[in-house]
């Protein structure tokens, strides 16, 4: 009947047993039957949350292909440049090495902590030039901040010689009317970042995301660009300028992610007869 | 020989015997006859003439056997203004004679009594008497007899109008005589009585013509018996086999369905369920004290027998065929149960038993949350939050309508969550029963008693469970459970008052039944989302069933009318509250384990919530007249009466789905999927995630047809019966006339409109009238043995369910169930001939033939079978016809060497009848098929039924084995015959042995059911692929459709493990279980 029931227990049954041979108060033995069949709770048979385990490579100049282990377990045997690997995983704690592919030798690893189902993105970072060098790990641990500030960081990659040796960037937001969905004609700037040096990753600035209107509406965002100048001339890198009819430097940010507070874009630029182009990608976001 | 002679010698001993009996009947206005003072003087004459001084002084009744009192002569006295207690004290002082006052009638007697008996007066009498009890009944008709004399040395009583008597003596052997105005005398010798015992004795008594002294026929109490036991056999109006509280008594049973299984023909099904001849329950009905009992299960037509204590039973009585003054409502069998209106004898039994299931015990149990009084019945308050109507379903569906989200949320946050399967580990069975009854003898032979019973069980049990859905599902044994947890309560009344000519009787019975069944299964998907599959469904269903009835019996004058009458009320609910189903998928990079949104949002998919509730109220009326006349020299009978039921039924659903609560999922979906990845079930249904934006239950149901959410149905059937008992000839008798039911059936479904919540109606009525004649000519062939020619019309009517559009989904089988409006009551003519024989006490031999022809009989059909999920509907065959050969017999092993007594307790007992059937539709019309007539056994009949048992019941240890088998049957028809669902034939053996201990006051009962364990399949006739995608049923095209062996087995249409494709394997293992009963 439920868990301390009476006939389960050898004891009690011979209890019982001794009441009924002598048959004088039918009141206690079906009191002792009320108690058989007392309710329990059951013990609740746990799932554990699972959530998504994100790996993200990127490397500038260096070729390894990494082999990923979570808890033990095979999580992605090659794991190139560029590439990430997005699966469910499950456990408090996940401990991930980084092999290499080819000769499986250890590289690095790192325990995080994963109560909950909140996604994890570990993004490996390698902007040394050394092959053998093992990669940064970044770990974008799940927050309870709410707040719509992100932190931005460039990699001027100027294998084009298009950027000059220290680069001013200013990120700037286009706002666009929430009815119309068209350029208000508004513009906010949010952060500058004066002097990013190509081949280093710059510091981290904050972009306070809170005015806009728009992403607050449709939780699409408006409209982020940034301009590039040369922070000793302050004169616009060719390409860098913000050019409204084409929005050819639109800094990648495209949508609200709660759980993302890091993002790191490589800008990298193009020469052509006509001029050049500056384009900026987002590598890893954490 | 003269028996009797009286002082007056005009005087027959015929009119003594109508003195004594009206003397009886009007004694409480009489003044005590013994203490009547005289004065007389006798001087050593014949005790006779001193007999009939005494009388003429006193102006008493006297009465004796004159053979008696002639060879005693009175002593010399002289008695003064003396009691005549004292002065026939003084008469009889030297001879061997006693005297009695019975109701103002001096009968002065032999005393019986052994060697070794005591005086019952004397201060050496035994504290604890034994006790004679019985019954007298007519031996041309196995009718009771009402004011038999029944006299035991110097004591006598008179049988009721039940033909019950009752003494308590002190433990001797004894001698009886019985005798009755008209009828003839018996003498039953060897009774002997025990201490704290009591010793049955049924009597029959044969009818007397033109005779003035009565023959007084000798014999033993044990054959009496025996003979009065073949008696009502024998002289039953119709086919029937029953058992009778003697019966009962002397066996352990401790719930009427452990009894059920000791009557011939009956198959008694996971210890509760019968079956009659191999026909299904939709053919089957009972009756408890007469009135018709709704089924006590869900989506089935059956009744749970187990409910019922034994020692409450009266009799059980199966009808075979019908009468016109017997509901009219089956085809296989009436089962007739009557518990006890007045017990022969106060009694007080507790009975107390645990048990095991082999395949249980020692293993994690599994279910949702439960409620603190579940063990007794009551689902928690977690469960009832719809049906205890604390939801505002009406303001929930108007919300919905609104697309007003917020509200929905807010009400959404309301249901409890009771996701989250829970290990609450195996229980063994817990069983108890409490019954007491108490007779209180009035004056003038009045009797007023009441008997109680309580009783409530609890079991669980694991069931390891294969399902195979080709294309779809596939579910592991390995791995996936059922779960299934059972209580019930019930209690039972009876206020009886009787007086020689009237009876009175309210009996209430209610009966609470909880069953949980939690299937957890694990296997493969290739249906939405091919991946690994998780399926938990738990099914929640609570029963109360409570049934009041006043009944009354009235023998009107001199005319020997007998008028009864009977009044009912049962109300009965049945709840299926909170089922929760969780459909788990291995999670994938962009999927979580449920899918919390989809295009449609059904309930065959996700995690889902379905309530529903269902009541019934049934009032019933009946009365009826029986009139015996005599004519030709032979007594008849006229009955006739008039029935009334009404039922008013009403059902409500609801379906809900744990869903995505947003307006435009390109905006919302991103952020409710990562809040809602990953998460078990019972976390996703905390109230928390019920916003908009995240989750709510959405209203759902199985698909976008809008189908009946709730429907009410009123029922009444006014009947009406003319019958006759003819005596023909001397050997034959006529049981016949014809019932007259009219049927008025209303159903309303209510449609919730999705858009508003506004509910739409549909009103259906149906009214039909039947005749249903009926005749059973009995032949005597000699006095144990008898031929009899049977014919009946009978019916099976639609229920308010099938008639119904609701569409109920039944998870586990994937399966959606839907009503058909329009559905046609069934009939059907039965036929039998049987030859009966009935050798000796409790035994019996007969052989039947049956023939029943079904009209629009009513089947659940499935024609949608694609591969593995079904649309099953009920549905109107044309016809179908059967016929059968049952063989029946009953009998002891004492035949074989007289002198070894144990012998003779030993019964072997079999039956067995085989049946042939083809059923016909109107395929093209109704099911858009080419064939209209198929060889194949009409839904739930199985063409075979074996049916054995061995037992040894001896007065101190019994052992008792069951064993039978029933053929495959259809538990679902379809279409085209690879689509009918077969269940296989199982052997069923049980064990029972038991024991008396503490001078038999303590019964101890040990059962195994089901010894060999052979598990339940349920399989198609068709061969399929291993269950991998894609798989499905192999070698079915458009030609071969109606070919009943697609897959060519050797084995025709039965089980072949190689070849059919089985849709369900079930195993149970073995239930063990000890009793104890204890009677005070």
Redesign the interface.
Known sequence: MCGTGALKDGTHLSTLLIIFKNMRNIKILFFLLMLAACNKEGVLKEQPDAKILWVKYFAVNNPATYRITVNNKPFGDSLLTGQSIRRPMTGDQMHIEIKDHHTGAFIRDTLISSPGNKEIVVSLLNLSNNGSASPEILIAAPTEDTGKTINWSFYIDNSSGVFPDSAEIKIVRLNVDVNTWDLDGTADTLATLPSVKPGKLSNFVSLDLSGDKFMEATTYPAIYMYQVKDARTGLFVPGGEIDISTLGTVLGYNMYEESYKHYISIMSGIKEPAGSIILNSVVLTY | MKFFIRTKPTMRWWKGLLVLIFATAFSNVQAQPLSKKLTVSFSGEDLLTALQKVEKITELDFAFNASNIDHYKAPVATYTDKPLEQVLKGLLRQTALTFKDVNGYIIINKEVRSPAQKDPGSSTAPKDPGSIAGKVIAEESGLPLMGASIRIGNRSVSSDVNGYFKFRLPAGDYTAIVSHIGYGTKEITDITVKENQEFALTVSLKRQKNELAGVTVRGSAKKESAAALYTRQKNSAAISDGISAEQIRVTPDNNTAQVLKRISGLTVQDEKFVTVRGLSERYNNVTLNGASLPSTEPNRRNFAFDIIPSSMVDNIVVNKTATPDLPAEFAGGLIQVNTRNVPNENYTN?T?G?GINTNSTGKPF??L????????GFAGKERTWWTDGNFDAKAYRAYAGAGNREKMAEMSRTIPNTF??????Y??V?N?Q?AMGRRFDLKNNQVMAFSLAAS?R?EENIVNERRHYPAYYYYSDSLSRAYNYN?ALGGLASLAWQSKVHKLVFKSLYNRRLSSSTTDSYGASWATRPSAHNFMNNVLLVNALWHNRLEGEHLLGKTKIKLDWSGDLIQLQKDQPDNRVSSKYE???TD??YILTDANGFLSEGLTVFNATFNEKKKSANVNITIPFTLLGREHKIKTGYAFNRRDAFTETMGFRLYWNGNSPQ??SG?MY?A?????D??LAQPEFMQPGLLHYKITSINGINATDDYSGIQRIHAGYVMADLKLLEKLRLVGGVRLEENYMRLTGTTYQVATGNPVDSILTYNTVNWLPSANLTYNLSSKMNIRLAYSKTLARADFRERSTYRYYDANEKTIINGAFGLKDGTIDNADLRWEFYPGAGEVMSLSLFYKKFKDPVELVTIDNSGGSLTNFYFNLAGSENKGIEWDFRKSLGFIYHDWNWLSRIFISGNASWMKSEVEFDAAAQLGLGSNKRERPLLGLSPYTYNGGLGYFGDRAGLNINYNRYGRRIIVAGGFPYQDQYENPRDVLDLQISARFLKNKLEVRFNISDLLQQPVIIYQNISVDPPVANGNFIGRTADNAYDPNINKDPKGLNYNKDLDYVRYRGFKGRNTSLN?T?N?
Do not use: V, W
């Open positions: 507790i107390i645990t599994y279910g949350k439960r409620g603190q009084y579940e063990a007794f989250g399967m829970r290990d609450y580990g229980q063994p817990q108890m409490i409530t609890h209580s999670l994938a990079e979580s384990y905006y919302e952020a990562k809602t990845y990953g998460l078990p019972y976390k104890l204890y005070f």
